[in-house]
């Protein structure tokens, strides 16, 4: 078993600190632009236990696995899985879950925080009246200025910096200084904001509509698509496969309870989630109920609260929320980085967060100009954007959940394994390990799949020139997708 601490990278000192952590990087944009949606569209409440279903089988045993592999390694992905393959005297390929989670985490954090930029552009322009209650086509416009317009790409990266260096001013304080003071102060702030944003839109909405979208049980519309929709937003919502929860797991303070902490992190997202759809269909009348992904957020979202009164704060505050919850996501994805670069070259901490913050943000610059300057630019038929979230959604985070479950389930041995989980009831070590062993590999094989021919799919609507494409194509404006490996705008589900 690998030495404790052989490197420093430091520690939470408070055990509630690893929930509020982990919760920041588990509240993400996909509870508020994927989660509403399907749940409209899959049989409301129905959907919401076939979700938590999904989650209990597959998203909890390798959320736990990833967190008691940081905490007893004490390192991050990359030095936990070489130290557990050593032990094991497995195959030195097994080690490759570290790198990969490392890649996966660069990528999503590199277009994280550039759609970061656009939401925090929307706060000032909701305080400002730039929407103006002027109709959809006034927020398309506010968009299109912003994102896609050529001639405006400096203003784009500007937002993109700022966001970015509000991540780098909490990260390069440190663990304990930057990261848990932060999430202790930005979480419990974004679930009270939250809460008011709800009794606001019920004291002024149509409460009714929420609670039928979202919570009223439809048997009718229940199919395969809805298993498979509750699937991937079971897999893709809560960070797995990024080195998010072992290296939150190595800095989790001494007698912290993960495994009661991650149950309570799991139902506090789905939570978030229902009542952020409340709101969203309350303000709305039931208005957005074929409405997702990018367009709910920055066109039709907007569009709807221009209407109401006092818009102008309204808009600042459901994106200040939005705002608190990319910038938490961000600051959970930065760690895996900075972790893993102070472990690879022993350099300090500032130096490590500087290193990486420039990374990332050349990374993000494809991107970023993917919507403007570069938007003629289709490798293989695919903008930058959409192969950077196709090969970290469809193909790198699959890969890494396949390793690690497989690794655990089938070259660790039972005692090991049990070592690692720490107390349980005996039914639970015994339902953690098999699922782990035999139906983790195959399910999260399924979703990588799944997610890469919809993607491929999805390309071939708004581009023929793919060579898997069929030459009787449609061409169908492009449309950017969200930041998460989540689907975006990829069908993944029936509607």
Same mark, same amino acid.
């Given at each position: 078993m690998p030495r404790k601490y052989q490197t420093s990278i430091g520690s939470f000192t408070r055990k509630s600190s690893f929930f509020w952590a982990a919760l920041g990087a588990t509240v993400g944009l996909a509870n508020l632009w994927q989660f509403p949606y399907l749940a409209s569209q899959h049989g409301g409440g129905l959907f919401i236990i076939l979700y938590l279903a999904c989650l209990l089988l597959v998203t909890l045993p390798l959320m736990v696995t990833e967190t008691v592999f940081g905490r007893h390694a004490r390192h991050g992905i990359v030095l936990a899985m070489a130290g557990y393959v050593k032990t094991a005297g497995s195959h030195p390929l097994w080690r490759l879950a570290g790198p990969l989670s490392i890649v996966a985490a660069f990528l999503v954090l590199s277009f994280t925080v550039v759609f970061g930029g656009i939401v925090l552009a929307y706060i000032f322009y909701g305080a400002t009246g730039q929407f103006g209650g002027s109709g959809e086509h006034s927020a398309s416009r506010v968009l299109t200025n912003l994102v896609a317009d050529p001639g405006n790409y400096r203003e784009f990266m500007a937002w993109h910096v700022f966001f970015l260096l509000?991540?780098?001013?909490? !990260?390069?304080?440190?663990?304990?200084?930057?990261?848990?003071?932060?999430?202790?102060?930005?979480?419990p702030f974004t679930l009270i904001l939250m809460a008011g944003l709800f009794l606001l839109s019920v004291a002024g909405g149509q409460v009714g509509a929420g609670v039928e979208q979202i919570l009223e049980s439809r048997p009718e519309q229940l199919g395969f698509g809805s298993v498979r929709a509750a699937f991937f937003h079971a897999f893709y919502t809560l960070g797995l496969g990024m080195g998010v929860w072992a290296i939150f797991g190595a800095y989790a303070a001494p007698g912290t309870r993960l495994k009661r902490s991650i149950l309570a992190? +799991?139902?506090?997202?789905?939570?978030?989630?229902?009542?952020?759809?409340?709101?969203m269909f309350s303000v709305a009348g039931g208005g957005l109920d074929s409405e997702r992904g990018f367009g709910l957020l920055f066109v039709s979202l907007p569009?709807?609260? !221009?209407?109401?009164?006092? !818009?102008?704060?309204?808009?600042?505050?459901?994106?200040?929320? +939005? +705002?608190?919850?990319?910038?938490?996501?961000?600051i959970a994805l930065l760690e895996p980085l900075v972790g893993w670069f102070r472990e690879w070259v022993g350099a300090p901490r500032r130096f490590s967060v500087g290193v990486m913050a420039i990374a990332v943000w050349l990374a993000g610059l494809a991107t970023l100009f993917s919507f403007n300057l570069w938007s003629e630019y289709h490798p293989a038929g695919a903008s930058l954007f959409r192969w950077l979230e196709l090969i970290s959604g469809g193909i790198l985070i699959p890969l890494v959940g396949i390793l690690i479950s497989a690794f655990t389930g089938w070259c660790l041995t039972r005692k090991y394994a049990n070592m690692l989980l720490?107390?349980?009831?005996?039914?639970?070590r015994k339902y953690w390990y098999w699922v782990l062993r035999f139906v983790v590999p195959l399910v999260v094989a399924w979703i990588g799949l799944q997610y890469t021919v919809f993607s491929l799919a999805n390309v071939c609507e708004t581009s023929h020139s793919a060579i898997w494409c069929g030459r009787e194509q449609s061409v169908i404006e492009d449309q950017p997708v969200q930041d998460e490996p989540s689907g975006g705008d990829i069908q993944y589900d029936d509607g």
């Open positions: 509000l991540v780098v001013l909490v !990260s390069v304080r440190g663990v304990v200084r930057g990261v848990e003071r932060s999430v202790r102060i930005l979480v992190v +799991v139902l506090m997202d789905t939570l978030f989630a229902i009542g952020a759809g409340l709101m569009d709807t609260l !221009s209407a109401l009164p006092y !818009s102008q704060a309204v808009i600042a505050a459901v994106f200040l929320l +939005v +705002v608190l919850i990319v910038w938490a996501t961000s720490g107390h349980a009831a005996a039914p639970l």
